[in-house]
């Protein structure tokens, strides 16, 4: 193909092509999560779905689920993810064979999210669900979470208000980065000791750096 004729690709092109290229990897994977992707690029095209499944992203949350296995296990009744933009780690824990979740809840004050989130795991029924709101105006203690993830730590004010708000004793996984760089981060780290202060937990489990090409991501399993 010359470059011309690549360039004559019209945006739409590209757009049809993603469509019928996740189809394929859905038929072909079996995975519910992808065909929860392509059916995103049908039905929420305004959805950028390929950078919250990029490379990086899938990266820092494969580490996430591995971790978990390892250090809290592989069983779990209600699982609540703040933040949860649209719904790609529900998806990932709710496809994971090693696991046996009852159900996930996904909160985004993003009300733009809460459709696409749903899109995305359609293939998991009632396990998962999406819902707008701030979490910092959750009733935790209604919620009976037997984890709280919050893998948008660098995306909240004030960590340390968020979490006296989850009932002291819940086991809790946490990301945040480096990051200082993107507009939308308000509250970066510059290191794990930094994080692991801000978070205070009352037992740690886990605690790690995984460090990508801009920034370095760091996780916390344990309880508040
Ligand atoms: C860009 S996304 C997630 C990035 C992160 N690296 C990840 O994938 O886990 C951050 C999300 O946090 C949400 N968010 C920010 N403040 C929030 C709040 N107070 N309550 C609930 N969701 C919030 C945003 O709407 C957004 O969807």
């Not at 996430?64 to 824990?93: E, F, N, Q, T």
């Not at 795991?121 to 998962?128: A, E, L, M, Y």
Request: glycine content about 6%.
């Amino acid at each position: 193909m010359t470059h011309a004729s690549h360039s004559t690709h019209s945006s739409n092109d590209w757009y049809e092509s993603g469509y019928d290229l996740a189809r394929g990897l859905a038929a072909y994977t079996g995975s519910a999560l992808v065909d929860g992707i392509a059916r995103v690029i049908a039905k929420h095209p305004q959805a950028n779905i390929a950078n919250a499944f990029n490379h990086k992203q899938v990266q820092c949350k494969l580490w996430a689920r591995d971790a978990l296995l390892k250090s809290a296990g592989s069983v779990y009744g209600r699982i609540v993810v703040l933040g949860g933009w649209y719904g790609v780690l529900p998806a990932m824990l709710l496809e994971d064979p090693r696991f046996n979740i009852a159900a996930i809840d996904s909160f985004d004050i993003d009300p733009a999210v809460e459709l696409v989130a749903r899109t995305l795991n359609s293939g998991f029924g009632d396990r998962f669900r999406a819902v707008t709101a701030d979490m910092y105006a959750i009733d935790y203690l209604s919620l009976n979470a037997e984890l709280v993830v919050n893998t948008s730590c660098e995306h909240i004010a004030d960590l340390g208000a968020w979490l006296r708000l989850v009932p002291s004793g819940t086991r809790v996984l946490l990301q945040s980065n480096d990051y200082f760089s993107e507009p939308s981060h308000i509250n970066c780290v510059s290191s794990l000791d930094e994080f692991q202060a801000k978070a205070a937990l009352a037992r740690v489990d886990f605690a790690g750096a995984l460090p990508m090409k801009k920034y370095t991501r760091f996780m916390l399993i344990g309880s508040v």
